[in-house]
């Protein structure tokens, strides 16, 4: 099942602009992550927001928690077209249970 | 530090064929991870290993798919009889501990059932 949905479902933006990209989920949460996937490779860690948290930074990347409103939001700033890929929110209900991925927002950055 | 090596990269098969997948995590990784990505959407956990017992394997079919991790280290995924559904991206990933953990995906292999 779909814990997580992203929005939008495509995004393409020029070079330098920012990206943002949300994600609602269902049930209460232990912790939010976000994933990066390039075409045609696995996934890769971008950053964790617990719970408790609220904003967290990582370079470029910004991402909010709103657990009153069971959303999150990624900020890329001044993106590059090396951003371009696909984004995936994960969220962790117990701190024992799988990561249940969405379906991810696809981003594409034009030089 | 070495990433999640999988092999092979690419697979075509017909239907109602075998076909397995080898993930070799990060050395020290006590948690091994075997998802499934269908076009478009995001992966969905079949299986998951702490060391080499199995934590959760809720949605794997079991009547066609099989894992196993030998010796808490490397792992096979097999499926046996192959569906046109089974058409996918296979991905491995490891962490250290816990679910919660950052977790290191490997680069998946495709497969392709005809």
């Known amino acids: 099942s779909q814990q997580g949905e992203e929005d939008p479902q495509a995004l393409s933006i020029q070079e330098g602009e920012n990206a943002t990209m949300n994600c609602s989920y269902k049930?209460?949460?232990?912790?939010l992550q976000w994933y990066r996937q390039n075409s045609g490779r696995g996934l890769v860690h971008l950053i964790l927001i617990r719970s408790n948290e609220r904003e967290k930074h990582s370079g470029r990347l910004r991402v909010t928690l709103d657990t009153s409103k069971k959303s999150s939001s990624l900020l890329i700033t001044a993106s590059r077209a090396a951003d371009t890929a696909s984004y995936f929110c994960a969220t962790d209900i117990t701190g024992r249970t799988p990561l249940v991925f969405g379906k991810g927002t696809r981003l594409s950055v034009i030089a | 530090e070495a990433g999640v090596a999988q092999s092979p990269r690419y697979k075509i098969i017909e239907k109602r064929q075998s076909v397995a997948f080898w993930c070799n995590p990060i050395?020290?990784?006590?948690?091994l991870y075997w998802y499934q990505q269908i076009l478009g959407q995001g992966p969905k956990l079949l299986i998951q290993?702490?060391?080499?017992?199995?934590?959760?394997d809720s949605q794997l079919p079991k009547d066609r798919f099989s894992a196993e991790r030998l010796k808490g280290v490397d792992s096979t995924l097999k499926i046996q009889p192959a569906k046109l559904e089974d058409s996918a991206v296979y991905l491995c990933a490891s962490s250290l501990r816990l679910a919660t953990d950052t977790q290191y995906f490997g680069p998946g292999t495709r497969l392709t059932v005809l």
């Open positions: 290993f702490q060391n080499n017992g199995v934590v959760d």
């Open positions: 050395s020290g990784h006590a948690t």
């Open positions: 049930t209460s949460i232990n912790n």
